[in-house]
């Protein structure tokens, strides 16, 4: 993915969510969307074995992150956020690699995502990764009512990505 030039100024590291990262995980949440995500949710999905959640860091300090669930050969990509100082710098590109390279490592062979119609800056990250446009899922949204583009990635076709998830996520 392309990108990656814009982030080298920093030292960005992707690694797993903890409890100690929820308090800016959370911030950037209700920063970034109409209907956030409690802190109590993001504690659930840490103890979710289902669920892989990673921070992007930068000096220690959380700059945006990413939620998924594998289920079997599927996997959903529950949430995703940069901070807003941080967007248009790759850090969205960065984490979305590690988590379709996460997917493929915990045996995921589809991914999946629901994204705001209105939300272009997201379809393009997405389309640019390869996802294709499966079908749309009318009002799905709320505050505003808004439909949902679902988006899928065939894991097994999609290219490889120059991610590094293999260094963040262990098969269990």
């Known amino acids: 993915m392309e990108g990656g030039e814009m982030i080298d100024r920093f030292d960005l590291s992707v690694a797993s969510m903890g409890e100690e990262h929820l308090p800016e995980v959370t911030r950037i949440e209700s920063d970034s969307f109409a209907n956030p995500w409690s802190p109590s949710l993001f504690r659930q999905a840490l103890k979710d074995g289902r669920t892989t959640s990673f921070v992007a860091l930068i000096d220690r300090k959380v700059v945006g992150y990413a939620v998924l669930w594998v289920v079997g050969d599927f996997a959903e990509l529950g949430d995703i956020a940069v901070d807003r100082p941080w967007r248009g710098k790759g850090i969205g590109d960065r984490l979305l690699v590690d988590v379709i390279d996460a997917c493929r490592v915990l045996g995921a062979r589809s991914l999946f995502l629901e994204v705001r119609v209105s939300n272009t ?52």
């Open 121 to 172: 800056v997201a379809q393009q990250l997405y389309r640019k990764a390869g996802f294709k446009e499966i079908s749309r899922r009318g009002r799905y949204y709320s505050d505003p009512a808004e439909d949902a583009i679902v988006f899928g990635l065939d894991l097994e076709r999609a290219g490889r990505l120059d991610g590094s998830a293999s260094r963040t996520v262990d098969r269990e």
